[in-house]
């Protein structure tokens, strides 16, 4: 199975580390969030990822292009000109980085990525926020449900907002992105996805989370995987400085690996 994760937007709430990188590379604990994602679905045997850039794409291009020198021990000689590596640690992972343009919205980046998807169900997540969801278990959810879209459900103390389930539901009838309110059950992202899903995306100007959300919903195609684990969102200088305490004090929830 493959993974598809949004790595294009501006990130303007975190403009401390954004001016000068997307927002997937800013760090946590000296590696890009992005890395703590894609370390998640490989803990659960998802190794081939396709990553949708935009803005500063080329820094995911770079630090990937340089994966196996960043996590190895080097000797440069500098007077022959050689490299000799000591100890790799590379990933097994399969990366494929496509430019998904700097202004596409989340619906327009998965469309452009299309042809490097295939026909088979796949993940799909945002490249800006960590949890501890048991994806092998989500995966298994999704197909006992039989939909074209599954969501995984959590429930933060606010700021976001709203799918309405009931204590038993599973399906989805009514999406709602950031409504007002606090305590829903709200999108945290990791999708598992059919990719028939796309057709219900017209071009780049698509949000995912409004027109293929609500007619899936309304299709009673979405069902909702419901974590009430660890989740956490990067989106501003605080959520940052807090994920990285978590990690300093070694206490990441989403350090499953």
Not at 164 to 188: C, M, R, V
Not at 219 to 239: C, N
Request: with cysteine.
């Amino acid at each position: 199975m493959k993974a598809v994760i949004l790595a294009g937007g501006l990130g303007t709430r975190l403009s401390e580390e954004t001016a000068i990188k997307p927002k997937p590379m800013v760090e946590i604990g000296g590696k890009p969030i992005l890395w703590h994602i894609m370390k998640t679905y490989s803990h659960h045997g998802i190794n081939e990822f396709i990553v949708c850039c935009g803005y500063k794409g080329y820094v995911i291009k770079e630090y990937f292009a340089n994966y196996f020198l960043h996590m190895s021990d080097v000797t440069f000689d500098m007077r022959f000109n050689q490299m000799n590596v000591h100890a790799g640690k590379a990933e097994p992972w399969r990366v494929t980085l496509v430019d998904t343009g700097d202004s596409t919205m989340t619906g327009g980046r998965l469309k452009r990525v299309k042809e490097h998807i295939g026909n088979e169900d796949f993940c799909f997540t945002y490249g800006d926020g960590v949890a501890n969801v048991n994806v092998t278990e989500l995966v298994e959810f999704h197909k006992e449900q039989g939909s074209l879209a599954t969501l995984t459900a959590v429930q933060p103390p606010g700021r976001f907002g709203a799918i309405a389930l009931e204590k038993s539901q599973t399906k989805i009838t009514q999406f709602q992105e950031k409504p007002e309110g606090d305590g829903a059950w709200i999108n945290g992202g990791y999708f598992v996805l059919n990719p028939q899903v796309i057709d219900y995306i017209d071009d780049d100007s698509i949000s995912w989370e409004k027109e293929p959300l609500q007619k899936l919903a309304h299709m009673e195609e979405l069902s909702a995987y419901k974590h009430s684990g660890f989740w956490q969102p990067m989106d501003t200088l605080r959520d940052k400085l807090y994920l990285e305490k978590l990690w300093g004090d070694d206490e990441a929830p989403w350090k499953v690996w």
